[in-house]
């Protein structure tokens, strides 16, 4: 593919190249305006220079061609060009709008996670409290079971201790007509 400067280089040979052929031409023909009938070889010349003439002309239309279908290439690059640079854009500002958005959202799990911590902590703190509670009121149940345990055995003798009472009452008042009275001691001697 042809650059430019080989383009404009190609146009500078083929207009000097052209210039030189229509030179000669003109120069001829003004020879031949002067001299009447032309030689052949003169003829043959012009010939040659017309033929180049010709062969010059259509490369310069055909670099004219390319030159075109270059600058319309280039063209449609540059406009391709511009439309992929604005979506490039859009993309970067779509990048930076997520990035501001992930920090963001960064910010807040942070802040999510630091509450859930302290959150774990209290929660932490409640269970250690409730255990303390548990450990205190199985304490206190056990104490208070164990006493109500001394209490209905205390209950318990002393209605055994109530019965047997009163069967040696009963006893004692059975028996109270058949015992006989003992003398009484001095308080000193006792």
Request: aromatic residues 2%.
């Amino acid at each position: 593919m042809l650059t430019i400067q080989e383009i404009i280089l190609i146009f500078a040979v083929i207009g000097v190249l052209g210039g030189w052929a229509v030179g000669r031409v003109v120069v001829r023909l003004a020879a031949r305006g002067r001299g009447g009938v032309r030689s052949e070889e003169a003829n043959h010349r012009i010939r040659a220079l017309e033929a180049d003439l010709r062969v010059a002309q259509r490369k310069a239309e055909e670099a004219e061609l390319a030159l075109e279908r270059h600058r319309e290439e280039s063209e449609a690059l540059r406009r391709e060009m511009e439309a992929k640079g604005g979506d490039l854009e859009e993309r970067n500002q779509e990048i930076e709008r997520l990035r501001r958005s992930l920090a963001d959202e960064c910010a807040k799990t942070q802040a999510l996670r630091g509450e859930l911590v302290n959150r774990a902590e209290e929660t932490i703190r409640a269970s250690v409290r409730v255990k303390d509670a548990e450990t205190e009121l199985s304490v206190a149940r056990a104490g208070s079971d164990a006493v109500a345990d001394q209490i209905q055995r205390l209950a318990a003798e002393r209605e055994e201790l109530t019965g047997r009472l009163q069967q040696l009452q009963s006893e004692l008042t059975g028996r109270s007509a058949k015992v006989t009275r003992l003398p009484l001691r001095d308080p000193k001697e006792r």
